[in-house]
């Protein structure tokens, strides 16, 4: 009886140790279209099409997003993002598993944030907020404007980004790449 006791007092201890959470995300973005195109120089361009359209107003995607508590406010985190076409399940992003976003890094309330991995660039990632209707057309936005080459992810990033000061946030990130 107290062999069992014990082994249920540890179970419970682990528990109130470290939180941990992960959470699985996504969003199915697909709507119906219709084009009447005339007068194009090639004749295959011409005529009505109705069909299904992915991405309407942005990428259909799923990812996992999760954080361990590691004690004194620091957080392991990490970010696993995968986009799709839903209308026939084909992975965007040139066909990479986790094209969208594939980080790990540390996190803290004091000292903020640094994550390595393949993630959105810092102008993207900070300017891309300022417009709630997300007016940007395509790559014609902001965020891509003021990144090199016109370029939303890189690959092999470090980024940094301090706490919140007052409802302001900064950061930097470089690629190796």
Do not use: C, H
């Not at 528990?15 to 992960?22: L, Y």
């Not at 959470?23 to 007068?39: C, E």
């Not at 090199?148 to 900064?170: E, I, K």
């Amino acid at each position: 009886k107290t062999l069992l006791a014990a082994a249920l007092l540890a179970g419970f201890a682990g528990v109130a140790q470290a939180e941990t959470s992960v959470t699985l995300y996504g969003i199915i973005d697909t709507g119906l279209g219709y084009n009447k195109i005339s007068g194009a120089a090639n004749d295959a361009v011409n005529g009505s099409r109705f069909g299904m359209i992915n991405g309407v107003q942005n990428g259909s995607r799923w990812g996992l997003r999760g954080s361990e508590d590691l004690g004194d406010g620091l957080r392991a985190v990490f970010q696993l993002e995968s986009g799709f076409n839903s209308g026939n399940g084909n992975s965007a992003q040139g066909g990479r598993l986790f094209g969208r976003q594939a980080t790990v890094g540390l996190a803290s309330d004091s000292w903020g944030q640094l994550d390595f991995g393949r993630q959105t660039n810092i102008a993207s990632k900070y300017f891309g907020s300022i417009d709630p209707f997300g007016a940007g057309f395509g790559q014609a936005n902001i965020g891509v404007a003021l990144s090199a080459a016109n370029t939303n992810r890189y690959d092999n990033m470090v980024m940094y980004q301090t706490p919140s000061f007052s409802g302001f946030q900064f950061g930097v990130g470089y690629s190796f790449n």
